[in-house]
Nanobody
């Protein structure tokens, strides 16, 4: 059973930066797609960014140019670098992992809170 554990969330001022980490208990090399989702209060969970085993990335339009996803297969870790944070980025961020291009991930992390506020 694979476990995904997120870290790096917290409180940051608008314009600031955070880096989220997602450590997998098993190897992430076998996962086709790793990703980050977020869910704000009263809103549906949305896909923020994905990265394939080949390194191809995809981003939610509202975070393009500000967020960057990366993966370190040797450390079994996926990262989300978030820059120029806005209040609208406030949400619980979830790491995900899946095999193939399925509509929903096979594994989820427990989530980490990101709050952007002055």
């Amino acid at each position: 059973q694979v476990q995904l554990v997120e870290s790096g969330g917290g409180l940051v001022q608008p314009g600031g930066s955070l880096r989220l980490s997602c450590a997998a208990s098993g190897t992430i090399f076998s996962f086709d797609i790793m990703g980050w989702y977020r869910q704000a209060p009263g809103k549906e969970r949305e896909l923020v960014a994905t990265i394939t085993s080949g390194g191809r990335t995809n981003y939610l339009d509202s975070v393009k140019g500000r967020f960057s996803i990366s993966r370190d297969n040797a450390k079994n870790t996926v990262y989300l670098q978030m820059n120029k944070l806005k209040a609208d980025d406030t949400a619980v961020y979830y790491c995900s992992a899946q095999f193939g291009a399925r509509p929903t991930p096979d594994y989820w992390g427990q989530g980490t809170q990101v709050t952007v506020s002055s």
